[in-house]
């Protein structure tokens, strides 16, 4: 398929299954069909793994390895830990609270229920030994990084014996080694030191038995070992993000509502939201941190400093470990720079204010730090939870009750949790802001997207609503999703008067802007939006299919009629 709209579409190949008119006629050719269909799959398929160029994905062979390293280190240790937790009820209640704690995780850690047990240990054991997989992949990037610093400094080559059949001493091992880090290069205690399920991961054999299927000393050197033979530019390529998502099992990532949000999909959003290399960014719901990696890069290439793009960045989080995450993220986007001190809050979005006086203190800046007033930019991926699964329903209905300055919609018990995410973000936007999010596809097709909608009408331009007819952005979620583009906008004449735009790509985005890394790929992303946004609509473009209406005074809903609406689809679409 053509790529420009210079381009036209080429035919490469023809198949004909069977000379028939009708389906009255196949049965004598059923077996050619079937054989010359293989046939033509089989030659698709050459035609499309020679593409060469892809996006790195949860197949990428680094994220493979690290994944299976985990699940082995979970399985050779969840005989003893659950042996341990079924013994200890003090104990079990400890790491029930830390699950819920760092990592918002709710387990029943029911021994009574062995299945649902042996699963949750399994899934607490992958998070104990992601954390340190995490310190790992952080070890090693200063092992390349430190000599070049300003100030250099060298670490250790980490080597943990293959044969040891002693958990604790692994673990002090690693210990030494992260003290080392942490003394050698001056920094990063808060991503050295955090050790959710530590404990239990190194638990101790007990009888011949236990001590004759322990493999600690295996298990571990194959983690290591998957970490060093993986090229590590920069923690901030998201690998470690990825590597969460895979290492959450898919029953429990649904039950969180966690889910990775692609490189080309960050990228458009936080280049769209940030214009200025001062620019002040927030992400509500920071997860991993690849929104903020993504502000950072994209303040950096506009011509920001290391040290001031990390000021201008702030990030909240409900869980202790994904804040952790997040820090780490930002602090290491740019190794060879000295330390800096991002502005990652673990606080729940809906307890944040403008003004508000937060917990966290920075190295150098008298007093704790103080929200801004409001801010330039707002991106992210709010979380996909229904409104009723959602636990801090009292927190959120007390922030939305001191937006005064808002006309809050009124949405139904049916509302997912990113609602109220864009309501309350609205906030913190000063005139002019932007606003970009992954939503879900709800909020066009369902009830509950109305009240949304109308709220969206009244206080932003509605610049582009985008979504993708040939690929799903989350493959694994159980909704479809769009991206949204706003701009805030206190005069109602500027926003009932905006041309707002519904587009539907017709390439994936990795064949429309270049891969990262590319040279080219920031002026891509920034000539595609201009395109997408502003630029003059063209049918016969094959990256993507613009519809434009007037806003009005409801966010287009005034025109729902369609006698009266936009022809939103064309015949090949319908």
Not at 409 to 435: C, E, M, N
Not at 445 to 470: N, T
């Amino acid at each position: 398929m053509a790529s420009s709209p210079r381009e036209e579409d080429q035919e490469i190949d023809f198949v004909e299954l069977a000379p028939i008119k009708n389906s009255s006629q196949a049965a004598p050719y059923r077996e050619q069909m079937r054989g010359r269909w293989v046939e033509f799959l089989d030659r698709l398929e050459e035609r499309l793994t020679a593409v060469g160029r892809t996006r790195p994905s949860v197949t990428s062979a680094d994220v493979i390895a690290l994944r299976d390293a985990i699940f082995a280190i979970s399985n050779e240790t969840s005989g003893r830990a659950i042996r341990r937790l079924t013994a200890d009820h003090a104990l079990t209640d400890e790491v029930r609270v830390e699950a819920n704690k760092s990592f918002n995780f709710a387990t029943a850690l029911d021994p009574m229920f062995p299945a649902n047990f042996t699963e949750e240990v399994a899934q607490i054991l992958c998070f104990g030994a992601f954390v340190v997989a995490q310190k790992l992949v952080l070890y090693r990037v200063l092992e390349d990084a430190g000599p070049r610093r300003a100030e250099p400094f060298s670490l250790d080559a980490l080597s943990l014996p293959v044969g040891s059949t002693d958990p604790q001493a692994i673990k002090a091992m690693l210990d030494r080694a992260f003290a080392l880090a942490i003394k050698r290069s001056g920094d990063y205690e808060t991503a050295f030191l955090p050790e959710p399920f530590i404990d239990l991961l190194f638990t101790d054999p007990e009888g011949a038995l236990e001590a004759k299927e322990c493999w600690v000393g295996q298990v571990w050197h194959r983690l290591l070992e998957a970490v060093i033979q993986a090229s590590w530019l920069s923690i901030s390529q998201h690998i470690v993000g990825l590597l969460y998502e895979v290492i959450v099992d898919e029953r429990f990532r649904h039950q969180l509502g966690q889910f990775y949000t692609p490189e080309d999909v960050v990228d458009v959003l936080t280049a769209f939201a940030i214009r200025d290399p001062n620019d002040l960014v927030l992400d509500p719901a920071a997860g991993g941190g690849s929104f903020l990696r993504s502000a950072y890069a994209r303040k950096r290439a506009l011509g920001g400093s290391h040290e001031r793009a990390l000021v201008d960045i702030w990030g909240c989080e409900t869980t202790a470990f994904a804040a952790e995450l997040s820090t780490v993220t930002l602090a290491t986007s740019d190794t060879h720079e000295a330390a800096a001190y991002p502005r990652v809050l673990l606080l729940d979005f809906f307890d944040l204010r403008p003004g508000l006086e937060t917990p966290l203190e920075i190295p150098g800046i008298l007093g704790r730090l103080i929200v801004p007033q409001a801010f330039d930019a707002v991106i992210g991926n709010p979380p996909y939870i229904s409104y009723r699964h959602i636990t801090n329903q009292d927190t959120i209905l007390n922030a939305l009750a001191s937006d005064t300055d808002l006309a809050l919609p009124k949405f139904s018990g049916k509302s997912d949790a990113y609602l109220w995410f864009i309501v309350h973000a609205t906030r913190f936007l000063h005139q002019g802001g932007r606003l970009a999010f992954v939503v879900s596809a709800g909020m066009i097709f369902s009830d509950y997207g109305i009240p949304l909608i109308r709220f969206i009408g009244r206080h932003y331009r509605i610049r582009a609503v985008v979504d993708s007819i040939v690929e799903r952005w989350f493959p694994e979620a159980d909704t479809n999703t769009v991206l949204l583009f706003l701009e805030r906008e206190t005069d109602a004449a500027q926003r009932e008067g905006n041309a707002m735009r519904f587009v539907r790509l017709r390439r994936p985005l990795a064949q429309i802007i270049p891969s990262p890394g590319n040279a080219d790929r920031r002026g891509a992303i920034e000539a595609f939006l201009e395109e997408m946004i502003d630029g003059e609509r063209n049918p016969s473009d094959p990256r993507m299919q613009i519809n434009q209406m007037s806003q009005g005074g409801e966010g287009g809903l005034t025109l729902a009629d369609a006698n009266d609406g936009p022809d939103l689809l064309d015949e090949d679409d319908e």
